[in-house]
T-cell receptor
Framework: AQSVAQPEDQVNVAEGNPLTVKCTYS??????LFWYVQYPNRGLQFLLK??????LVKGSYGFEAEFNKSQTSFHLKKPSALVSDSALYFC?????????????FGKGTRLSVIA | NAGVTQTPKFQVLKTGQSMTLQCAQD?????MYWYRQDPGMGLRLIYY???????DKGEVPNGYNVSRLNKREFSLRLESAAPSQTSVYFC????????????FGEGSWLTVV
């Protein structure tokens, strides 16, 4: 079975500081990993994904994520947070050999960037 | 560039009423999905359609039915709405291979009173 854990319901960070939103996963075999962002009253928007290759993945809006196979983690990072980054962030996973099975999402982490 | 379009955006239903949420995508995607989002619960899969002509249950299918009308359209029906179905519903679509991204609609806010 596939699963994702986002251990923090809420992350607060001051504007200009680096931010990290944590994600760990469980899947049989190798994973495909995704991050999505949801702004208030909107749908989820794709940020970035890890498929294969370089463990550091760069995505939209200056976000990046680091895949760590030994720790089964895929933490989302940004060097300098903006107030406009305040949103709900979701991590998702699908196994490499899972074919058409749907993505499994974590419960989400609310990021609040304080000016 | 429409992407995934959901209708209606907002709906209030009385307990026991029925309704259908419509979803259409213009990206020629094979797979389509219905999720619900509730506070503290994240996104939970209701039903999905891996390809035209197929549908499968997700994590929380009870009280819902779906129809994959054609490649573009995937509807979600509540036959007899209950207050527990008050939620935000999201439709999504994707190419259908394991590494491919899925794309979401803007959501449908449903309240059952």
């Amino acid at each position: 079975a596939q699963s994702v854990a986002q251990p923090e319901d809420q992350v607060n960070v001051a504007e200009g500081n680096p931010l990290t939103v944590k994600c760990t996963y469980s899947v049989s075999g190798n994973p495909y990993l995704f991050w999505y962002v949801q702004y208030p009253n909107r749908g989820l928007q794709f940020l970035l994904k890890y498929i294969t290759g370089d463990n550091l993945v760069k995505g939209s809006y200056g976000f990046e994520a680091e895949f760590n196979k030994s720790q089964t983690s895929f933490h989302l990072k940004k060097p300098s947070a903006l107030v406009s980054d305040s949103a709900l962030y979701f991590c998702a996973v699908r196994g490499v050999y899972s074919g058409n099975t749907p993505l499994v999402f974590g419960k989400g982490t609310r990021l609040s960037v304080i000016a | 560039n429409a992407g995934v379009t959901q209708t209606p955006k907002f709906q209030v239903l009385k307990t026991g009423q029925s309704m259908t949420l419509q979803c259409a995508q213009d990206m020629n995607h094979n797979s389509m999905y219905w999720y619900r989002q509730d506070p503290g619960m994240g996104l939970r899969l209701i039903y999905y359609s891996a390809s035209e002509g197929t549908t499968d249950k997700g994590e929380v299918p009870n009280g819902y039915n779906v129809s994959r009308l054609n490649k573009r359209e995937f509807s979600l029906r509540l036959e007899s709405a209950a207050p527990s179905q008050t939620s935000v519903y999201f439709c999504a679509s994707g190419v259908g291979t394991a590494g491919n991204t899925i794309y979401f609609g803007e959501g449908s806010w449903l309240t059952v009173v």
